[in-house]
Structures are given as structure tokens and as C-alpha cells.
């Protein structure tokens, strides 16, 4: 008798023959879409039993919209129903959202419990680092990275060797090899090849340590500290960060966390929409997000570098003195330093970060002979940028052409019209208080699901809170609602109640010392 594990991927077929056994059990799923993970079909056949126990059959059949899908790999559930009890809408919630916890908990790929779950790690220790969901795609995946010899990613698959690697991919498969050549034939593959980019010069390396051998043991050093660090993040070459497979529902995600950044979501919607034609680097034009103080303009950025995998720095453009935060300091100074933009390029391995220019509108170009926005007309130049020479490091320049800059500002008459050209502007107005409402309900949700004491507490926030956060700037929400749960705890409860909200007259007004989550 073959050893079967109980937990494995599935083969597509197996799926299919999956989802369809579901929509025989429960016909009234017919027209609806059912696509979760293949390793989280248990979790969606009990939430259907819980659906059938909650609504009437003349209810199911009135269930105008069901979807049922797994963007960046987590359970999602949409539905939306006609003429049901209040009482039953509420306990259908209750359900949906023990659904998408329970899925949390398992591997999306295989059905295996998950230790330790969060949202950047959510496979089992044998699928983690691996792509594709089913039994083909996971096992070119594995034997692509086994091929490849990449010593960091078969340690982050759970400390397997190679050899270790190839006996789970046959005991999850149980395939003869006549079967494994004819599914590698028959099914795309799914890996897509990273673009790299030349990065710089390697010549220039040479030349930058020649320069400071004779000024003596401490600037020797640091150049030597310089040059190990960009060779160990890749040396002449950078690789550019891909889109998900699934951008559209990540930017939908986006848009449903921050209501009032709809014009951002349309702009990324359409450049991610040409870049998944051609090799999928994420990548779009110079934006600035202009509007009040306290809207969640870079917030809003710093979740989409986290969605998207890519690294972020923030430059703080209102305290900028000169060009050196950007592009370094002179290398006649003898406390010169390169700048953040060429850390953040050279000392990391993908070449199209995220840079966020924060505050632009407060920097006043012409206050003194180092002007903190000179550098910003040619790295906003696509064709300039190609070739940027931070000023501490003059002997080789990098490719800086692929970042991806958002600026922020509260107004747009102080930033200068040669360098508004530049950028793309997107008004972005403050959220309305049922928009509101829903950031609140979104940053509660993210804070329980992050924190080690989240279970404690209920899953929704009470409506009365809610009522009384809406008068509240998005910066002022995320303290404001982390001390109502402290203050809850230290009541004894494990719901927030009015009571437990601390407003004052700064919060409500202006959002006063607060910071968002």
C-alpha cells in the first residue's frame, strides 16, 4: 500500500472535481464563484453548512452574489443578500469572519496547520517560499530553487536539504515519472524570470577603494564597508520587484482600507494592468498626493510597499536643510556620508524601492545657496536618473531611473512649477465619516489580528464607537482606538464600549500628537 501524507497539495484536476462535489451538496451555489486555496476547502465546505443552518432555503435562493476567493492567498467572502433579518445578517457575519480567521490557520496550499500565522507568512513549513498552489506548480517551483542551489531559500523552506526536498515532493506527488513529464507538458509554468537591470559600473568599485587607500585606515575601512555592502545586495546588477498575481484584488483591498485614495487605486490600476503584459515590474510614474494634514497620505504608501514587497524610505522634505538626505554630502567634508536614496538603492537587492518625498510643499528652495530639492529635477527624469552620482561617492553612478517616488503635500502653490511638471497630482480629499467608519472598522480589525491578546477581543467594533470615531482625522484613529482597547482590557472586557473611547479637544480637532497604526 502506497504512503499516502495527509496533508499534500492537489493536482488541478483534483481540485476542480473538489469545487464541483461542493456545488452538488449545496445547489443553490450554482452561478456563484467558488474559488478558495485548495488548502482551505475544508474551512469553506463547513462556512456553506453554516449557511444552509442560518438562512431559509427561500433565503439562499434570494442570495443575490456569493464570491468565494483567495487574493494574495487569504480567504475572502463577498455576499450579499435580500430581504434577511438583521439577526441573521449579523450572525452570517459572525461566521464569514471565524471562516477567515480558521483559514489563518491552515496552509493555503495543503490543508496543514500553520504556526504562528501572520499575514507575511501563511504556508506550512514545507510550502513556504514556494509558488503556485497546486501539486505541479508547487513541485517546479521546489525543483527550480533545488536546481538553482539557492542555499537562503531552501534554509527558509524549513531547513531541508535538497535531497529531503526531492523525497516530500514524490511522497506529496505519488506520480510515476511517465506522470510528471506529461503534467510539466501539459501545464503552464508559473514561475516568472525577475528582470535585472545593470546597476552600475563595477570599475567605478575599483576606483572608489584605490581613491582611499592612502588617506589612511578609518576612510579606507569605510570605503571597504561601502563596496562590501553594495556587492553583498548584488554588485553591478539589481533585479526588479514583480506584481503579485493578484494586484487587482490587493489594490481592491487598497482601496476598501483607504476609501478616499480611489484616484491613486485608478492610476495603479492601469500602469499594473500594462506592466502584467510585459514582465511585471512594478512600476509607475512620479505621483504627489496633495491634501490636509492628517488624511493618511503616507500611510496609505507605507501599506502599499508592505502589500507589495518593496522597500520604503521616507524622506522628510520639511526638515531638509540641503540636497544631503537625497544626494549625500560632499566628499571634501571629512564626516561626508552618501546619501538615504543611495543606501536605500545600493545596500538592498531590488532596484525600484519606494521613496516617499514627505512634506515637499514645506521646503523653501531658494533659503540658502544648498537647495534640498536640486537633486530631485534630475532623479524624477527617467533618462538623467539612469546615471545618478550621490556626491560622497563620486567615483561610479547608479541606476536610480526605476523608483517609484510618491511626494506628499498639503497645498501646491510653495512647490515650484518646473518640479509640479514632473509629478503626476492626485487631490486627495479627507474621508467622509461613513468612509470614515470603515478606516476605523480596518485598523481595529488589522490591530487584533496582529497583536498576541487580539483573540480577547470581539470581532467588530460597536456601532456606538464607531459613531463617536467618525469626527476623527485617519492620524488621530489608530492611537485612539489602540487606548479604547487598553482601556477595555483594563475593565475586564473583551469588547470596546463607548465609554472606552478618550476624546480630546486636540484629537477631534486636529489630530494633536496622535500616530496612525
Known sequence: MSKTPRHRPLRQQEFTQAVAALRVRHPWLAGHVIEPAPGHLSVVSHLFEQFERLLR???????????????????????????CSESRRKALLDVTIESRESSLQLCPVCGAPVSNPSAYAKRCPVHQGLQGLFAGEVRRSRQMLIDQGVQQTIRDLGRFRP???????A???????????????????????QPEIPFLDPAGLKVFLDRHRPKGDDKLKRAQVIVDRIVQAGGERRKLGLLPADWGALLDEFEHAFPNFRELAELLRDHFALASLG?????????LLAGPAGIGKTEAVRWLSERLSLPCRVFDMASAQSGSPLA????????????????????QPLANPIAVLDELDKVEDERNQHNPLAALYTLLEARSAQAFTDLSVRDFSIDASHVNWVATANSLES???????????????????????TIAQSIY???????????????????NVIALLRPLPPRALGMTIRRAVGAAARAGRGHVQPEDVALTVESSKRGIGFVTL
Open 163 to 169: 535531497e529531503d526536498l526531492r523525497a516530500i515532493t
Open 328 to 347: 549625500g554630502s560632499e566628499a571634501f567634508w571629512s564626516n561626508s556620508e552618501p546619501g538615504l536614496l543611495f543606501e536605500l538603492l545600493a545596500y
Open 415 to 437: 512647490i515650484p512649477g518646473p518640479l509640479r511638471s514632473r509629478l503626476t497630482v492626485l487631490q486627495i480629499a479627507p474621508p467622509t465619516p461613513e468612509q470614515i467608519g
Open 445 to 463: 480589525t488589522r490591530l487584533r489580528n496582529e497583536a498576541s491578546w487580539g483573540h480577547a477581543f470581539a470581532k467588530q467594533l460597536d456601532g
Open 171 to 193: 511522497d506529496e506527488e505519488g506520480a510515476s515519472p511517465a506522470e510528471e513529464s506529461s503534467t510539466t507538458e501539459t501545464m503552464p509554468a508559473t514561475a516568472i524570470a
Open 279 to 287: 514582465d511585471r515590474r512594478i512600476s509607475w510614474p512620479a505621483v
Open 57 to 83: 432555503p427561500s433565503d439562499l435562493k434570494r442570495l443575490r452574489m456569493l464570491c468565494v476567493s483567495a487574493p494574495r492567498e487569504r480567504l475572502t467572502v463577498h455576499y450579499e443578500l435580500s430581504r
